[in-house]
Each structure stands twice: as structure tokens, then as C-alpha cells.
């Protein structure tokens, strides 16, 4: 999730609990029609949630959602099978190498994505928007 101090949905409220909803929920399921592409999915749209990203174990996909105008549309991969999120620039992840479990494939991957313009950039806003 983004920072509120930075402008992110979700703060902390004066029981200090979470209030608001985080920009992207990931989640893992054994199921491959399960709930997280349902109800779950309808819900966190209506709060909100900018991305959402599920796993599903038992069928090996993986499945990364954008949200426009309350509902989500998947984002997909580019010619080299990377997934780049949209709300979170230099966030990205190899679709292959994180279904075979390639730990250091996926790190590469998100290292590129780290060390992109965009990812510079999007960090130097957060900044200038905390000290704003």
C-alpha cells in the first residue's frame, strides 16, 4: 500500500487499525474457481482496491487485475511474459518464472522493473509528496 502521508487510500484510524482500502491485494488459492475470482473480487472493487492480483495454485495461472471504473480488467503480459502494475511503477513480475517457482528469475525481473526511469520517478513523487 502507498503511505496516506503520501497519498494512499489507507491510513491508520485512532484505535490503530487499518481504515481504507490498500492499493493492491495478492493472494494465494488452491482453488482454481474459487471465491477470490468472485465475491472476493467484487468486494474489493467496490472498496476500492486498485489492483489485485491472484495466484491459483492448483491450475498454475496467475491472474493480475487493474481496476477501471469499478471493475477489473486483466493486465497483461508483455512480449517477454512480464506484468507490469500500473499503480505501482518498476513493480514488475516474470508470469513463467513465478509459476515455476524461479525465485531468482522473478528477482531479476523486478530488479529491471526497480531500476526503471518509471520506478525512479514514482519514488520521487512519494517524496515530494510527503515533504508537501
Known sequence: M????????????????????????????ESEHSIELGA?????????????????????????????????????ADDMGVIQSEVFPGLWLDVQAALRRDTAGIIAVLQQGLNSPEHARFVADLQDRRTS
Request: with cysteine.
Open 40 to 76: 472476493k473480487m467484487q468486494a474489493y472493487a467496490r472498496n476500492g482496491v486498485r489492483e489485485y492480483l491472484v495466484y491459483r495454485t492448483r491450475d498454475a495461472a496467475l491472474d493480475w487485475f487493474a481496476l477501471r471504473y469499478d471493475t477489473y480488467v486483466p493486465l497483461i
Open 2 to 29: 502507498i503511505d496516506s502521508e503520501c497519498g494512499g487510500q489507507t491510513s491508520l484510524n485512532t484505535d490503530g487499525y487499518l481504515s481504507g482500502s490498500p492499493e493492491l491485494i495478492v493472494e494465494v488459492t
